[in-house]
């Protein structure tokens, strides 16, 4: 029997949530962390640059924003976190594990107890059913020559500074370098921004790179765009860099936002014959299970938990998802935030070539929750490669963020699966357990002689349906009435008619070029009796997986874990993930961009209005923003992606996300009524003009 029923390697954000999920849900579980005990979104990313970036706009001091910083994060403390571990009967174990063997985790402590706690041995050796990798990412510098040899900060450094550089030199324009960019600029720093791409955010739509340079200029900033930096040198005061065009620049430190990868390094998965993808993700199937290397699901089904469950209730999960997630093990995916396919990975068999093939080597960095396309970096980055600062040609790269193929792994599905006339049939290296759950591809499938994998508008294999099935994850036909012996849901009629604005009936079911999901039987959810736990099988969640790395997503694979180890069948849907950039303006990006479209060969209709022509634009004096909708042409009536710059964005884009993961039609969203004065006027203009062919007039 093991010790503990789940270990999870890693304490940020996924690894926290799983940790005390599972045990409110009754399950033991040992939570293994070496740094801060939350990760490093609350500390060191997410919450201090969001800090910082208000103290800016309320046009406080260094010193002010600063002290408001170190309050928000907590002084670096993580007693907190530490102690809603131990409320909920999660053993912290402050150290770095290794896998010895199938089943036991080696852990070598970090360090002496802490105050007030007995120290802990050297070695620990923990015995688990499951195991839940959440290792997050690390800063990976460019290769620059003489990089090494000049003073630098990782995006976490800078973001726990006291210090304000007279001059400091940010390379990678994407999320978290415009955001560090305007931080420092704004509180009188002299800044160049630099990057290979001759725009900023290079893989959003142009027009959000285009309206953040020159938000980001206006701030004192200088923008050096289209050259890669080449060398770096030391100098008797601070650093002097040489980019590919000749040009000299000299400054007192670097700061670097140009890529991250995941952090495996030392695991041990090799004993678990798990291999990382080209880029360093680990393998993941819609459940963020892990697979090995020949295309097999890790661990076995079936056992008992090894304690009983508590009579507390489990912490409310969301609905089972019905549509086929955008970037999973051995599916075409252009969804942006997800790793590429790395060069020479299988592609798919049929279809266009991947979104991001004409795109630039390595991945975008970003805060958690940033999109991964090239240049910058807090955690929640992309797992691939730091991006091209010195310019690597003809390295292939995805939208931005899209999972990495590993070594011979599949790219694409062998087919369709069968829709509504019985369960689909699993490919082989499908995840044991109930039929009728989403096939994998078949391990050894060949890949497509371009390398990228096939793709829809939506990063999901295209079905000739472009009209959602009936009501998805449907349960039994009666209540508590148990699924037949295959797993099926009971007969179709006990369940709901169709509703067009619904997702695909079927768990895992791939979508259509249009984002609408394709008919299929549904699959139930859950099964009464305890729930049953496997047997060694391996779990990630966050920036190890190389999919929309980002804070939010972390969270979404958290919960998606825990209720498969729960017995309760989900899958994750990666189509709708915001994209955010939180300077002023904002940038709020959601599902596909036109970048991914002209590459897939897939033609959009795009329609834009600008925020000055919103009531709220007159009420702020701030006419900055646009916003963009983009859908199909040839596959229906929804919606497949938007953008939009302006004062809040992320704030008021969330109903675009709603209608994208939901395939809602486009004449129910064009008779959504928007509130007056708001900058959702421009999102209700925009949404007619698709639906009806004409804004309504202005009427202000």
């Known amino acids: 029997m093991p010790d503990f029923d789940v270990v999870v390697l890693g304490g940020g954000t996924s690894g926290v949530l799983v940790a005390t999920g599972l045990a409110h849900a009754g399950r033991s579980v040992a939570l293994v962390e070496a740094g801060l005990v939350g990760g490093e979104s609350p500390y060191l990313a997410c919450l201090p640059s969001k800090s910082m970036l208000a103290s800016a706009r309320r046009g406080e001091t260094w010193e002010h924003a600063v002290?408001?910083?170190?309050?928000?994060?907590?002084?670096?403390?993580?007693?907190?976190?530490?102690?809603?571990?131990?409320?909920?009967?999660?053993?912290?174990?402050?150290?770095?594990?290794?896998?010895?063997?199938?089943?036991?985790?080696?852990?070598?402590?970090?360090?002496?107890?802490?105050?007030?706690?007995?120290?802990?041995?050297?070695?620990?050796?923990?015995?688990?059913?499951?195991?839940?990798?959440?290792?997050?990412?690390?800063?990976?510098?460019?290769?620059?020559?003489?990089?090494?040899?000049?003073?630098?900060w990782t995006s976490a450094e800078a973001l726990s500074s006291q210090d304000l550089p007279r001059h400091l030199i940010v390379m990678g324009a994407g999320p978290a370098g415009c955001e560090l960019t305007q931080i420092y600029a704004a509180f009188g720093s002299q800044v160049?921004?630099?990057?290979?791409e001759p725009q900023v955010l290079p893989y959003e739509a142009p027009f959000a790179g285009e309206i953040l340079?020159?938000?980001?200029?206006?701030?004192?900033?200088?923008?050096?765009?289209?050259?890669?930096?080449?060398?770096?040198?030391?100098?008797?005061?601070?650093?002097?860099?040489?980019?590919?065009?000749?040009?000299?620049?000299?400054?007192?430190?670097?700061?670097?936002?140009?890529?991250?990868?995941?952090?495996?390094?030392?695991?041990?998965?090799?004993k678990l014959g798990i291999t990382p993808s080209a880029g360093g993700a680990l393998p993941v199937d819609a459940t963020c299970r892990v697979h090995t290397a020949n295309g097999q699901p890790t661990g076995t089904e079936g056992q008992q938990p090894s304690t009983p469950a508590r009579s507390i209730p489990a912490p409310p999960q969301p609905a089972a998802t019905a549509?086929?997630?955008?970037?999973?093990?051995?599916?075409?995916?252009?969804?942006?935030?997800?790793?590429?396919?790395?060069?020479?990975?299988?592609?798919?068999?049929?279809?266009?070539?991947?979104?991001?093939?004409?795109?630039?080597?390595?991945?975008?960095?970003?805060?958690?929750?940033?999109?991964?396309?090239?240049?910058?970096?807090?955690?929640?980055?992309?797992?691939?490669?730091?991006?091209?600062?010195?310019?690597?040609?003809?390295?292939?790269?995805?939208?931005?963020?899209?999972?990495?193929?590993?070594?011979?792994?599949?790219?694409?599905?062998?087919?369709?699966?069968?829709?509504?006339?019985?369960?689909?049939?699993?490919?082989?290296?499908?995840?044991?357990?109930?039929?009728?759950?989403?096939?994998?591809?078949?391990?050894?499938?060949?890949?497509?002689?371009?390398?990228?994998?096939?793709?829809?508008?939506?990063?999901?294999p295209a079905t000739a349906s472009v009209q959602p099935a009936t009501t998805p994850e449907q349960p039994n036909a009666a209540p508590s009435q148990p699924a037949t012996a295959?797993?099926?849901?009971?007969?179709?009629?006990?369940?709901?008619?169709?509703?067009?604005?619904?997702?695909?009936?079927?768990?895992?079911?791939?979508?259509?070029?249009?984002?609408?999901?394709?008919?299929?039987?549904?699959?139930?959810?859950?099964?009464?009796?305890?729930?049953a736990t496997g047997t060694g099988r391996v779990w990630a969640a966050g920036d190890v997986t190389g999919i929309a790395p980002y804070t939010h997503t972390a969270r979404y694979q958290a919960s998606v874990i825990i209720a498969n180890i729960l017995g309760e069948r989900r899958v994750a849907d990666y189509r709708a993930i915001p994209r955010c950039v939180y300077t002023t303006p904002s940038v709020c990006c959601?599902?596909?961009?036109?970048?991914?479209?002209?590459?897939?060969?897939?033609?959009?209709?795009?329609?834009?209005?600008?925020?000055?022509?919103?009531?709220?634009?007159?009420?702020?004096?701030?006419?900055?923003?646009?916003?963009?909708?983009?859908?199909d042409m040839t596959g229906g009536d929804t919606l497949v992606g938007a953008a939009a710059v302006g004062r809040g964005a992320e704030e008021w884009m969330g109903e675009l996300s709603l209608a994208i993961r939901a395939g809602i039609p486009l004449k129910m969203l064009a008779d959504v009524v928007h509130a007056f004065p708001t900058y959702g006027e421009a999102i209700e203009r925009s949404l007619r003009e698709l639906a009806v062919g004409a804004p309504e007039g202005d009427d202000r």
């Not at 160049?192 to 290979?196: G, M, N, R, V, W």
């Open 67 to 152: 002290a408001r910083r170190n309050e928000v994060t907590g002084h670096l403390d993580d007693s907190m976190f530490a102690a809603r571990l131990a409320d909920t009967g999660v053993r912290l174990i402050r150290g770095t594990g290794q896998v010895r063997e199938p089943g036991t985790i080696e852990v070598t402590a970090a360090g002496r107890g802490r105050p007030g706690q007995p120290d802990q041995p050297e070695k620990t050796v923990l015995g688990y059913a499951d195991l839940v990798i959440a290792t997050g990412s690390e800063p990976l510098a460019p290769p620059v020559e003489g990089l090494t040899d000049v003073p630098t």
């Open 486 to 531: 295959t797993g099926q849901p009971a007969t179709a009629s006990a369940q709901p008619a169709s509703a067009p604005e619904q997702p695909n009936a079927a768990t895992g079911q791939p979508a259509t070029a249009s984002g609408q999901p394709a008919t299929a039987a549904a699959e139930p959810v859950g099964a009464t009796g305890p729930p």
């Open 192 to 196: 160049t921004l630099i990057e290979a």
């Open 323 to 460: 549509a086929q997630p955008a970037a999973v093990l051995g599916q075409a995916t252009t969804v942006p935030g997800q790793a590429t396919t790395g060069p020479g990975q299988a592609g798919g068999t049929t279809g266009p070539p991947a979104a991001a093939a004409a795109q630039a080597a390595t991945a975008v960095g970003a805060f958690p929750g940033q999109p991964a396309a090239a240049t910058g970096a807090f955690p929640g980055q992309p797992a691939n490669a730091a991006r091209r600062t010195a310019a690597a040609p003809g390295q292939p790269v995805a939208a931005p963020g899209q999972p990495v193929s590993g070594p011979g792994q599949a790219g694409g599905t062998t087919g369709q699966p069968t829709a509504a006339t019985g369960p689909p049939a699993a490919a082989p290296g499908q995840p044991t357990g109930a039929a009728g759950q989403q096939p994998n591809a078949a391990p050894g499938q060949p890949a497509g002689t371009t390398g990228q994998p096939a793709v829809a508008v939506t990063g999901q």
């Open 213 to 270: 340079s020159d938000a980001l200029r206006r701030t004192g900033a200088d923008l050096r765009l289209g050259s890669p930096v080449v060398k770096a040198a030391p100098l008797d005061k601070g650093l002097a860099l040489i980019l590919a065009d000749g040009t000299s620049l000299e400054g007192d430190r670097i700061l670097l936002a140009t890529g991250r990868r995941p952090r495996l390094a030392g695991l041990g998965l090799d």
């Open 590 to 631: 959601v599902g596909v961009t036109p970048g991914q479209a002209a590459a897939a060969g897939i033609q959009l209709r795009t329609v834009g209005h600008d925020l000055a022509e919103t009531g709220r634009a007159a009420v702020e004096d701030d006419d900055r923003g646009r916003i963009e909708l983009y859908a």
